[in-house]
């Protein structure tokens, strides 16, 4: 059990926030009155009080909101948390979402310290039910959670990434990914940019701790074609048998198949796996795979052992 120690709050981004000491929570929102707010996976921010007060002990001067967060909490460290967990204050449930963030400019704090805690030690959450939390409350972790394994889809391509075409890959995707029982998590549109698809995947999988990654689009012969090199690059593990089972599948239908590039990794928990970026394609990537994907994802959280089968 947990000890609320501080709620914090800003009406303008990019201020420090300041500790209102009560404050309501809303679903597909955040918390009434803060800038941060919104319908996203990122609508309230945990730090460990724990942690802020090691942080003085080095030489901060900070006061509740200094590091832009909306709840100090004594009694958990959220960053050592799995992400999926769930918390209940009062009436209003929380589910952690991400672990971290990165900043892309340097506070106060960084620039007196030379570092600052909240990229590596926040922790954010979405509202599951909404409330209002004050100082002094009880935090508990639940024992429940969503044991769908949760997916992140990111279609490549310049044209769709400029409004200039319209994703149906994505959406197919995701229709296939719903019907089988998967929780999607975040769908994203990316350029064909190496830099920015080895970013989103590593914060996909080591920040949000998705535990599938889909990708459809850029594994072909183009120029500006390089999903499968951004995937290789992240990679902790490779797992060629998937990308593989595709193309040999595809093959039985068109010989073109043996022109797709895709990979198929594993980033510490996170399975990624590329797909072409037709329909007809993706559908019939998913068509070969689906079935096995469980049984991989189980093996790869330690649900499961990987025995073979007699």
Known sequence: MGTVKAVCISEIRGTQKTNVKTAKFAVNHGIVGDAHGGNWHRQVSLLSYEKIEAFQREGADVTPGAFGENMIVEGFD?????????????????????????????????????????????TFAEI?????????????QLENRDERFTVAVITLSDSGFAGKREDISGLILIDILKAKGYCIVEYLMLPDEQNQIEEELIRLSD????????????????????????????ATKNAPGIAEAIRLHSMAITNRAMLSRGASVIRGKTLIVNLPGSPKAVKESMECIADQLPHGLNVLLGKVSNCARS
């Open 207 to 234: 920040k949000r701790e998705v535990n599938l990654i889909v990708t459809t689009g850029g594994t072909g012969f183009s120029p500006r074609d390089c999903t499968p090199e951004a995937t290789l690059a992240v």
């Open 128 to 140: 599951i039910q909404g409330g209002t939390i004050s100082v002094g409350d009880k935090l508990i």
């Open 78 to 122: 959220f960053s050592s948390i799995a992400i999926g967990t769930r918390f209940q204050c009062n009436d209003v449930i929380l589910q952690l979402t991400q672990h971290g963030k990165q900043c892309h400019t340097h506070c106060q704090i960084y620039d007196k310290m030379g570092k600052c805690i909240m990229p590596t030690e926040g």
